[in-house]
């Protein structure tokens, strides 16, 4: 499946035994370029609408080998919340100042929410999911300022494809593999 650029793609493989493999396709040569201006900008326009993808068909997968029909509405209500991303152009843009990964996150955490809240064949769920739709939808403008404002900034990731294993060390992170 494509939806728009390459960047959008979602793999799912049916496994033996009923599993399956579900993964975002994007090309990882953009990567080096995405963790570059992160580090130079604070921005990640690293589009991670494959990943909600993936998770949406794993939800459906797993909630018709399960039969579980709260799993089956958390599927359905995030392939909405992913459906409203596309149509309000909530994917990050390309330069500082706009919306980037932690925008598109933030978007989805509220149309997933709201998709929840919404829904009448759940009560218990909806009823569990309005008071954060609720807050998230009153607090969007503020939240978004927020994200917006740590952007602009360089930032000190400690290294990606070379870690420095003394800093990882020294900040007590997990060891770094040999």
Known sequence: MELGTSAKMLSVVPLLKGGGLFEDRGPAVRRPKHVEQFQHEGYLRW???????????????????????????????????????????????????????????????????????RRDNSTAMSARFKPLADALAANAAKINAELIAAQGKPVDTGGHFLPDRERRHRLGCARARP
Do not use: C, M
């Open 47 to 117: 589009d991670s609408l494959g990943e909600f993808l993936a998770l949406g068909a794993s939800l459906e997968h797993l909630a018709q080998t399960t039969g579980n029909e709260d799993v089956k509405v958390l599927a359905e209500t995030l392939d909405e919340a992913n459906g409203k991303i596309l149509e309000d152009n909530r994917s990050p843009a390309r330069q500082v100042g706009e919306i980037d990964n932690r925008g598109s996150h933030f978007y989805l955490a509220l149309y997933w929410a709201q998709a929840l809240a």
